[in-house]
């Protein structure tokens, strides 16, 4: 429900969904928060902020050039940001409460209960909330965009194969399988710990980064305990990330099967369709495993999220890279149930990828030449007209908030 008020001259809108509560001055200064009263996002003098469960905010603006630009706040700038929301609510509660602010339609006692409890969540509010959110979460490392807002469950932790050389989200922990009753107790801490705000909350995500190499006898009791801890189905379905290499191969009757749990699409780091690539990125197979994987996935009736990652290998490897993927992906049953991310490699100096890119003297690919091979790869995909177009996006691991 929208009400509509007026404070202090300015126009003033609050907006009370089943699953959030956003306060909106005349659109230059808006903050939502989940039911639980935890800060979710923020608008304020044009720059956006986002965040995560972790207390960590990041702040996303648009140059004059048109160019999108992003940094992280310090741990002092985002405790100014939460206190001035705060105080700013706590205000409008207190008006609210004697009068002084009228809404229209006016609002209900659960409309101010969401409020008020927005106004408690302060800067040592927050930090408790973070601290409680690492006592039942390893930290989270990525997700696909479109899984931001997941329910994440943490079935595994770590990477079964961890040592891609451009990748260092799992080097802080080994890789190992939760046990049925460990997931079960792991499940209820987080929904413990989310509160009310697990209605903002959309799929499940079955987390780590390669929750789905768990082998069958051990997935489907997971599976099973997922479902009776939490409503997949409204959800809208179970997600993970699979290694398309490595780890045990299932086929299509299993996939199927993981589709009666309410798996709904997995997402596969193929990276590049270049054998010579792959090789040179530490990824532990061929071109041809990631096909064999997305046919047998595909025929189990579940959706695939293919990623390609822009700029990887440089000018030397650039050509390979392109034509390669686009064959591989062409190769691929994809439909409009599937998404396709070009995601850009992110470069820094503690990856082993940028010190064998030093010691090979490999040039590396400007932001317009990854955007621009993007766009090659895009142009030259061919799909079926009975199964449709899939979803194509770009995919920037900078701005992953969870």
Known sequence: MVHLGLWRGKSLTLSLKPNCITISLESNEVYSYDLAGRLWTGLKEDVSYRRGLDGKIIAKWMLPSGERNRRWLSPAEAGQLIVHAAQFIEVLVKAAESGELA???QITSAGLHALTAAAHFTAGQAALDAAAF???YMPVGILPPDQYMALVLQATEGCSFNACTFCDFYRDRPFRIKSAEELHSHIQAVTAYLGEGFSLRRTVFLG??????????KLIPQLKVVNQAVDVQKLGGIFAFLDGFSGEKKHAADYAE??????ERIYIGMESGSPQLLSYLN?????EDVLHAVQAIKAGGVAVGIICLLGAGGQQYAQDHVRDTISLINAMPLD????????ELVENENLPYVQSAYQNALVPLSAQERIEQGDAIERNLKFSAEGGTP???????RE???
């Open 103 to 105: 809404f229209t339609p």
């Open 134 to 136: 690492r006592k039942v």
């Open 208 to 217: 780590d980064a390669n929750a789905l190499v768990t082998p069958m006898r």
């Open 258 to 263: 993981l589709k009666a749990q309410g798996l």
């Open 283 to 287: 990824k532990p197979g061929r071109p």
């Open 336 to 343: 409009l149930d599937d998404i396709i991310y070009f995601s």
């Open 391 to 397: 979803h194509i996006s770009r995919y920037d691991i």
């Open 400 to 402: 992953f908030v969870y």
